[in-house]
């Protein structure tokens, strides 16, 4: 009988197997965009101090990028939130 039902439930397992790798592949893919944005942020706040570029053209960049980070975290959890557990 195990093996019957082994045999049926191969095809649903596979399709979950799937479903779960593709599920963590946009998850990094999320995590690694989030994380390019705070690289870029970082680097607009060093130009800023540098006096590389202007006040109005930082503030503007900066409020793509937050924008995007916003979005992206909206979408779906936050990096940051993995972290936390609930309590």
């Known amino acids: 009988m195990f093996l019957l039902d082994d045999i ?3 095809p649903a397992r596979g399709v979950l197997f799937l479903a779960r790798e593709i599920h963590q592949a946009a998850q990094q ?3 690694d965009e989030a994380q390019a944005i705070r690289t870029q942020l970082r680097d607009l706040y060093l130009m800023l101090e540098a006096k590389k570029i202007s006040e109005a053209d930082f503030a503007a ?6 924008d995007r980070l916003d979005a992206l975290e909206a979408s779906g ?5 993995e ?4 309590t």
Not at 61 to 66: A, H, T, V
Not at 77 to 81: C, V
Not at 83 to 86: G, K, L, M, Q, Y
């Open 8 to 10: 049926l439930l191969s």
């Open 29 to 31: 893919h999320s995590e």
């Open 61 to 66: 960049r900066e409020g793509e990028l937050l």
């Open 77 to 81: 959890k936050a990096p940051e939130d």
């Open 83 to 86: 972290s936390e557990t609930p």
